[in-house]
């Protein structure tokens, strides 16, 4: 980069027009009227320190103070501020309950009732029977035990917080016996000895990686013992020469020793997903029926709400649970009890289900109907990144995601983007996935092999015109990219 001397300097910077002059001109009134003057303002000053910063490096071009031009600059940077964070996506990954991508979509129900609790005053903590003060857990627990067969229930933030909350109420300064084949990690540092030392528990490990018979824990339970907890395997399985204690034998010896269990079931499904086809995942009802004192799972997994940790079991332990000062700091909001009420109450009627829980519906979708949609939007797609690239409709595999099933996969079908010439282009494949993801309304799909495949199960037809339209010729997407 050649460097300025001191004079030739000085000539540039007396070019920068006045903060005064171009607030004034006429590109810059609609921006003013739009974002209001002090971030006009704040915009046009920092891309006029940008210049003089470009000028001492020797790299700035006086066309770019013109009058016109620093409006649009001051517009864009605007338009760039005013944008949400927080973004749409499309999620074109193949997994259903994608954690990055928000989880379960919720139903239109959920969200209204959100819209309402949002807008208006709500019952949250009081009883409209006698005028006096509520719980927020009376909104929402006889529903949660109606469908789990429980005798008492709490809802928390996320099923992390359950978690926490179950071992400090209940195991504080005391041994909790885990398998060693159960010793969890969840990602985003939920780990299970990690959950354990911070709730204050001590945690007891019995068995091996692949093998924990029920004598293991027999052997463990001493007089310093609060729990026998069993964990779901979410993310991995355990294959080949294993043993798992069943929870009804566990449950059996844990009577036996006066010791309660406690289950973290992760992601908690309330119906028996075969009745789909889907892969078989045990319910929180069978859970209690198989002798569980506590059981936890969230609200935004397999369920299909909200974020949420869901705390079901026997009710003097549910009553110690809900004493414990954290669970005031793990609280729910309004806006999650709106948002779970409705979704638990679509449970009630397990012939709609399909139909109306939106993540069921998504793990459901006919191969068909997903290849129709693969069809109808692959010519906008190919048009949008060009001949250098060729699209097929191809099957491919879905996954629930969020740690449900880990080895389960689900039939789908999708769009898988090569280079044309049929030679290999991972650097090529990258710059589709970018530009797919640059879009107003990012299109995530996934890389393997140096192919992009985007999965469409999550692409329902209600939204395959949005998806279309913006990959369109006209939209700006294409031109950014050049
Ligand atoms: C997902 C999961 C958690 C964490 O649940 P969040 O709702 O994400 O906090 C805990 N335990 C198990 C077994 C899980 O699968």
Known sequence: MSEVT???LKSLMARVPSVERVMASAGLAPLVAQHGRTQALAALRRILDDWRREAQAGRASVDALDETRLAQAVGAALEERARSKVRAVFNLTGTVLHTNLGRALLPDDAVQSVVEAMTRPANLEFDLATGSRGDRDDLIDELICELTGAEAATVVNNNAAAVLLVLSALASKKEVVVSRGE???IGGAFRIPDIMSRAGAKLREVGTTNRTHLKDYDEAIGTRTALLMKVHCSNYAISGFTKE?????LSVLAKSRNVPVAVDLGSGTLVDLTQWGLPRETTVRETIEGGADVVTFSGDK???GPQAGLIVGR???IAKIKKHPLKRALRVGKLTLAALEPVLRLYRAPEFLRERLTTLRLLTRAADDMRHTAERVAPALQHAIGAEFAIEVEPMFSQIGSG??????????GLTIRLASGKRGGRQINRVEKLLRSLPRPVIGRIADDALRLDVRCLEPHDEAAFIAQLQPEQPAQANDA
């Open 6 to 8: 001191s004079i030739e």
């Open 183 to 185: 010793l969890v990690e």
């Open 245 to 249: 204690v069943a929870l009804n034998d």
């Open 302 to 304: 397999l369920l299909g």
């Open 315 to 317: 009710r003097e332990l």
């Open 404 to 413: 449900a099933l880990p080895v389960d996969v689900l039939p789908s079908y």
